[in-house]
């Protein structure tokens, strides 16, 4: 999946819990808690984090 698409995947999960939050779905203190974790997630999953050499060849790739 590329980026793009993951960054869409995490706005949308974002946005539906938002709704849930205001339409009373979710409790005020669970929605403030995931409205400060979700973001935090999508950067650490979407980030551009270098990945480390594959162990298993020479030329480090897998």
Do not use: H, Y
């Amino acid at each position: 999946m590329s980026k793009t698409m993951q960054a869409i995947a995490w706005a949308a999960v974002i946005i539906r819990f938002a709704i849930a939050a205001v339409s009373g779905w979710v409790e005020n203190d669970m929605a403030q808690m995931m409205m400060i974790t979700l973001p935090g997630l999508a950067w650490a999953t979407i980030g551009n984090r270098a990945s480390a050499p594959c162990p298993l060849t020479r030329s480090g790739r897998c």
